[in-house]
């Protein structure tokens, strides 16, 4: 939370400008699901 206040501060906002993801080694971050995200949120 504290680097999204920080963010905010910047006039960076989720949802907005800002997508976040999260990962696991059981769950490893997807490219094509977030080249999906930037698509649909940021293009």
Do not use: H, Q, W
Not at 1 to 29: A, H, Q, W
Not at 31 to 42: G, K, N, Q, S, T
Request: charged content about 30%.
């Amino acid at each position: 939370m504290k680097k999204t206040r920080i963010y905010e501060k910047n006039g960076i906002y989720f949802g907005n400008n800002l997508l976040c993801t999260f990962e696991t080694s059981v769950d490893p971050l997807d490219p094509l699901a977030v080249d999906e995200l930037i698509r649909r949120f940021l293009l």
